[in-house]
């Protein structure tokens, strides 16, 4: 694409915004390359690439560091040159910054599987990263440990060199050398360490002269003492330069070595760092990832423009390429026409490059072969007024440039020429665009183009909102809506005389004052729908609002509910298991009696049965019933002696023994007990099994109890609750009756009944050991239980 046009519309300060945000010499050379992409699977890889690293940096930044472009160190080591510690020190910070975007990015690989796997299989060169890390310092020096040699000798420097400072120290502190020196102190000249001596006592130190000042009047002489002491540390610092030379050799052979690796590193950081840099910018510019297409089409929501400052810009939407390709744009001068009109030519580039485009989702951009822009400027950016002349070149280059699949943008188009002319030229140039079905975009203030855009199919009006009442622009674009010049209200409102304004409409004509009340009264016609449409809108996101509070509110009486019903199910259980405790002790002192034929403590018990009854009868009714969410299925007429019923609100199973009173009360043997319950609370079971209510309990004088308890029950076929229900009262009706050893038959299958039942048994009341069944009473299909 011709640069020439992407600068008109100001995409090199984009670019510019972008390379800040980069922290690598390549990373910023790629970003002051890029230009829209015509292969849309290039496009679409660079966009997921950025949308990945959108996504890590809103957990973490990404570790990258400032990274020089090291390619011309591996051309010059693939010749044998030496690289200096400097030049080395960047190569590791390479190498380390590679290590750190991997690590980075294998954290993030399920957000950012594409530049993970650009990164994975990348030779990380790790033994010459260890090596230049042992070797080189932070300032590009050789450290002291790279090689033993090194040590030694640098040692020696620094014990030669403390011996020698010391000397001269003492030298210049004695009182009688003091009178010799024009000052107590120590330099250097030519790399020896000299004093500053005066030169009326030149034969007052012996040593050798190495400089004189500018006056004369003082000579820097290197005393006889530190003569010997400063040619030793010359010969050292030659060994030390030599063994830092051999050093810097040998890294930089190894460096050759891995030249053919370090080559795609040093590229795949500056490419991931051109990515970041435009994830950078993406969360700066709160911009959001544009779609693609290839069926010409664009569509932006709430577009901004990007260089404006975000607090000022006013969002534009526009959306072109299915009814009509052209749209022309008009309005009154600093309405904004040339903004809207740039924006759509930015926000296309940016998408196209693989950036992210400030808009609201879902903006759409076609793969475009060319983007042409002819702006003149006259109000606002950077350059002066073009010529007619001047824009009419540029015309003819984008017409003869301009064919396919293309995005055309003018500014003013047949501006700074006749009206008549410029407006017959426009209509001409906007025909021929639109027979070859390019986008194109036109500002302009010719009425005549209102008339052709309302004409022609392919073409639409638009306009840039204008507050009549305040005369200011409120740069927004309505699509489907020519606009006005305003210039004779304007003028009314300034000041200009009444009577000149009136004889303007004169001079205007009838025809064209009836288009721009037309149009004015269109004008205020929407403005009225849309703020209707926003009073609307409020009011269903209040209804929104409302229903979320109300479904808030009823999920949480759900749940409270819920708990309350739990709360009380289990209050229930424990009532129950609370009276098969105390049931136990009756039925023991019913067997002592029984045993022992005491009629006194026979009426004793009977007091206590009955007060054990009225007892429980209390608690029970407290508040169950009303909790409990199951539904009677029991009409009062139908229910019969011998019933077997499921009492709700204690999840037992019982037997009806009397009918409903005239409270309609019911009386149930549940277990040994015997309890009055309101019919609302009984639910019919169905039992294949006929129930013989000569097994009922029923305490008297004579303390009978029957002895017909089976010893056997059968769950096979029923799943865990069922089985436990029949399991409790199974073991009551055997504790009863006095039974020692039962047998519950499970079977084998899944061992879900099996185990269900086993953990119910552990914990019950009645039971005192549990065994499998041997080889005659049922194997593992079946379960012997030992009661109390």
Do not use: W
């Amino acid at each position: 694409m011709d640069y020439k046009h992407l600068e008109t519309l100001e995409y090199d300060k984009v670019v510019r915004l972008l390379k800040d945000r980069a922290m690598t010499e390549l990373g910023q050379s790629s970003c002051q390359l890029l230009v829209p992409m015509k292969s849309q699977q290039q496009l679409l890889k660079q966009l997921n690439m950025t949308a990945e690293a959108v996504e890590t940096l809103k957990y973490e930044g990404v570790p990258l560091k400032e990274v020089r472009d090291c390619s011309q160190y591996f051309k010059r080591v693939e010749v044998g040159s030496v690289l200096k510690g400097e030049e080395l020190k960047n190569i590791l910070i390479l190498l380390e910054c590679l290590k750190d975007v991997t690590l980075y990015l294998r954290e993030y690989q399920d957000m950012a599987p594409i530049m993970f796997e650009e990164v994975k299989e990348v030779n990380q060169c790790e033994e010459l990263r260890k090596n230049l890390y042992f070797c080189i310092d932070d300032d590009g020096t050789v450290k002291d440990g790279a090689s033993n040699d090194l040590k030694s000798i640098r040692r020696s420097i620094n014990r030669n060199h403390n011996l020698l400072r010391e000397k001269l120290e003492n030298y210049i502190r004695n009182p009688k050398n003091q009178k010799y020196l024009q000052e107590a102190i120590i330099t250097q000249r030519n790399d020896r360490y000299v004093v500053p001596v005066n030169k009326d006592y030149k034969g007052q130190v012996p040593g050798i002269v190495h400089d004189l000042s500018s006056t004369g009047q003082t000579l820097f002489v290197e005393p006889g003492f530190a003569v010997e002491i400063g040619n030793k540390l010359i010969e050292l610092y030659k060994k030390e330069g030599h063994e830092i030379e051999r050093i810097l050799s040998k890294l930089s052979a190894e460096v050759g070595l891995e030249v053919p690796s370090l080559e795609i590193i040093n590229q795949l950081i500056g490419d991931m760092d051109f990515v970041f840099a435009k994830a950078k910018l993406a969360k700066i510019q709160k911009a959001t990832l544009p779609l693609i297409n290839n069926e010409n089409k664009i569509k932006i929501n709430d577009g901004r423009h990007p260089l404006i400052d975000s607090e000022e810009v006013v969002p534009m939407s526009i959306e072109m390429g299915n009814e009509f390709n052209t749209v022309i744009v008009t309005g009154p001068n600093t309405g904004g026409k040339t903004v809207a009109l740039k924006t759509v030519g930015l926000l296309t580039c940016m998408a196209l490059s693989g950036l992210f485009v400030p808009a609201a989702h879902n903006s759409n951009f076609p793969i475009l072969e060319g983007i042409y822009a002819d702006i003149g400027d006259e109000q606002s950016i950077e350059q002066s007024l073009s010529t007619f002349s001047s824009h009419m070149t540029n015309i003819i280059d984008i017409t003869n440039k301009a064919h396919n699949n293309s995005l055309v943008l003018f500014d003013e188009l047949g501006a700074g020429t006749d009206p008549i002319e410029g407006s017959a030229l426009a209509t001409s140039l906007l025909d021929l665009f639109s027979k070859r079905n390019l986008l194109t975009i036109a500002t302009t203030h010719y009425s005549q183009l209102k008339t052709y855009a309302y004409e022609n199919n392919g073409v639409e009006n638009a306009s840039v909102e204008f507050d009549a009442k305040t005369l200011k622009p409120t740069y927004k674009l309505i699509v489907g809506i020519p606009g006005k010049s305003n210039a004779l209200e304007i003028s009314r409102r300034l000041g200009l005389s009444e009577d000149v304004v009136q004889k303007a409409k004169v001079i205007m004509g009838k025809e064209n004052t009836k288009v721009d009340v037309m149009i004015q009264d269109l004008e205020e016609k929407r403005i009225a729908y849309e703020n209707k449409l926003k009073a609307i809108e409020y009011k269903e996101r209040e209804a929104e609002a409302t229903k979320f509070e109300f479904n808030s509110k009823k999920e949480q009486l759900k749940m409270k509910e819920k708990k309350m019903m739990e709360k009380a199910k289990e209050e229930a259980r424990e009532i129950i298991r609370q009276a098969k405790r105390e049931s136990e002790q009756v039925v023991k002192e019913i067997r002592k009696l029984k045993q022992e034929g005491n009629q006194m403590l026979q009426g004793d018990l009977d007091r206590k049965l009955t007060r054990y009854k009225e007892n429980l009868k209390k608690t029970v009714d407290k508040d169950v019933y009303a909790e409990n969410k199951e539904k009677s299925d029991i009409i009062a007429d139908n229910l019969k002696k011998g019933d077997e019923v499921k009492l709700l609100d204690v999840n037992q199973k019982g037997t009806v023994i009397s009918l409903p009173d005239s409270e309609g009360q019911v009386q149930c043997q549940v277990g040994i007990m015997k309890v009055k319950t309101p019919v609302s609370n009984l639910q019919i079971v169905e039992s294949n099994n006929n129930k013989n209510n000569n097994n009922i309990y029923t305490p008297g004088k004579g303390a009978n109890v029957k002895t017909s308890a089976k010893k056997s029950l059968d769950l096979r076929g029923e799943n865990v609750e069922e089985g436990i229900l029949r399991v409790d009262k199974f073991l009551d009706e055997a504790f009863v009756a006095g039974l020692k050893e039962v047998s519950i038959i499970h079977g084998k299958g899944t061992g879900v009944l099996r185990e269900g039942i086993t953990n119910y048994l552990k914990k019950h009341p009645h039971v005192e050991s549990i065994r499998l069944g041997g080889y005659k009473e049922g194997g593992q299909g079946a379960s012997i239980v030992e009661l109390k």
